[in-house]
């Protein structure tokens, strides 16, 4: 157990914490950039250099701005509203989140004790990830860039603005 | 401490606790946009556990962790921008992206 992945950690989970918590949405994404942030640090920490940017790049910059301007388009009716951000099912999502984390924490305990310490630091560098996403995974590639492709179209179309009487 | 003997609990402890964080946010509050946080939240701890798997693992050469946390980031960042379309769509017509007050299939 190193300080910086003490110090990573408490940063990810802090920052999970608030973003679900707050009650200000925009401050919700704030804590979210933070968390997304602190998970990009510890892939960096366990040597995983190509995802840790890949996680900058699409999650700090693409997906908390995402947010942001969801956001910003759904700000009104029910903003400054006072009452309660929480569902009235709270205390039963609660308590299924604290079953999993319970069971989860349960099986990482008991299954962990007998797995080895990790070898040295695995040598990866870009150039093995790139000829082996052109050679052994072409396939998942080429199938993630169709979904990508359909999920734009998807958006845009889904989010398109609709005409009076169109429907 | 004996259950931080090995760095890899350390990592799926804290995924686990991502997970359970993120769950909690989608099943408790009330705006949609939060949910999907929540959502992305568990996405990303499964991604720390597949990490730390692959890193401490047997065979890290063979990256098969590793691609898998990048194309589930990938089919993450598509998600996202479905599900954002979806709520501001939904904002569109109901007004509102209260969960509770969401509650027909009828548009």
New interface residues.
């Given amino acids: 157990?190193?300080i910086a992945?003490v110090v990573l950690?408490l940063l990810?989970?802090a920052g999970?914490?608030a973003?679900?918590?707050l009650r200000n949405?925009v401050h919700?994404?704030l804590a979210?950039a933070v968390?997304?942030a602190g998970?990009a640090l510890?892939?960096l920490q366990?040597?995983?250099q190509?995802?840790g940017f890949?996680?900058i790049l699409?999650?700090v910059g693409?997906?908390a701005i995402?947010?942001v301007?969801?956001?910003l388009?759904?700000r009104?009716?029910?903003d400054g509203k006072a009452g309660?951000?929480?569902?009235?099912?709270?205390l039963?999502?609660?308590g299924?989140?604290?079953a999993?984390?319970a069971l989860?924490?349960w099986a990482?305990?008991r299954s962990?004790?007998g797995?080895?310490?990790?070898?040295g630091t695995?040598?990866?560098t870009v150039e093995?990830?790139g000829q082996?996403?052109m050679s052994r995974?072409v396939l998942?590639l080429e199938i993630?860039a169709l979904?990508?492709t359909?999920?734009?179209v998807?958006?845009?179309i889904?989010?398109m603005y609709?005409k009076e009487g169109a429907? | 401490m004996t259950?931080?003997?090995?760095?890899?609990?350390?990592?799926?402890?804290?995924a686990?606790?991502?997970?359970?964080?993120?769950?909690?946010?989608?099943?408790?509050?009330?705006?949609a946009?939060?949910v999907?946080?929540?959502i992305?939240?568990m996405l990303?701890a499964a991604?720390?556990n597949l990490?730390?798997f692959?890193?401490?693992g047997?065979h890290?050469?063979m990256?098969t962790g590793?691609?898998f946390?990048?194309?589930s980031?990938?089919?993450?960042?598509?998600?996202?921008?479905?599900g954002?379309?979806?709520?501001?769509?939904i904002?569109?017509h109901l007004?509102?992206?209260?969960?509770?007050q969401i509650s027909r299939m009828k548009?």
């Avoid at chain 1, 797995?115 to 070898?119: D, E, I, M």
């Avoid at chain 2, 954002?84 to 769509?89: A, D, E």
Wanted: hydrophobic share 65%; aromatic share 10%; proline share 3%.
């Fill in positions: 157990m190193s992945f950690a990810t989970l999970a914490m973003a679900v918590t949405l919700c994404a979210l968390a997304f998970l510890l892939f366990l040597d995983a190509f995802v890949t996680q699409v999650y693409a997906v995402l947010v301007f969801a956001i388009l759904t009104g009716a029910d309660t951000v929480f569902s009235r099912t709270w039963a999502g609660l299924i989140a604290a999993v984390f989860l924490g990482v305990l962990v004790r797995l080895a310490q990790a070898a695995p040598a990866v093995n990830i082996a996403l995974y998942p993630v979904l990508l359909a999920a734009l998807g958006a845009v889904v989010a609709e429907r | 259950c931080f003997s090995t760095p890899l609990a350390g990592y799926l402890l804290v686990a606790l991502l997970f359970a964080i993120g769950l909690a946010g989608a099943l408790t509050r009330r705006n946009i939060l999907l946080i929540g992305e939240l990303n991604n720390l990490i730390a692959w890193r401490f047997p890290p050469e990256l590793l691609m946390a990048l194309f980031i990938a089919v993450a960042a598509a998600e996202a921008a479905v954002l379309g979806l709520v501001i769509q904002h569109r007004k509102t992206t209260d969960l509770d548009g």
